[in-house]
């Protein structure tokens, strides 16, 4: 059973930073690729970036990209989300996911499992 717990998330003001951590387990997880998505109140879960665990290959929305950066830790079985210069749209709530596969999807429909969620508030 794959079991995805998100924190870091919080209240931060225009300009600032937040980590946001991604702990998994029950699975191994060089096969996965693993993901960040955002809801924001009335809209929809939409994808903000993705990495190849084995490899460690990166793909970013254009709406943050060169602002924030996922990585992972293997040896923590641990997925991040540095998250710069954020803005007040950045306000929602976090989510990682993963699926078996090499390709990085972004749609929420090809991700197989999920966190519960982090919120990310940015002030103005």
């Known amino acids: 059973q794959v079991r995805l717990v998100e924190s870091g998330g919080g209240l931060v003001q225009a300009g600032g930073s937040l980590r946001l951590s991604c702990a998994a387990s029950g699975r191994t997880f060089s096969r996965y690729v693993m993901g960040w998505f955002r809801q924001a109140p009335g809209k929809e879960r939409e994808f903000v970036a993705a990495?190849?665990?084995?490899?460690?290959?990166?793909y970013y929305a254009d709406s943050v990209k060169g602002r924030f950066t996922i990585s992972r830790d293997s040896a923590k079985n641990t997925m991040y989300l540095q998250t710069n210069s954020l803005k007040p749209d950045d306000t929602a709530i976090y989510y990682c996911a993963a699926q078996i596969g090499a390709t990085m999807p972004t749609s929420r429909w090809a991700y197989d499992y999920w966190g519960q969620g982090t919120q990310v508030t940015v002030s103005s």
């Open positions: 990495i190849s665990w084995s490899v460690g290959t990166t």
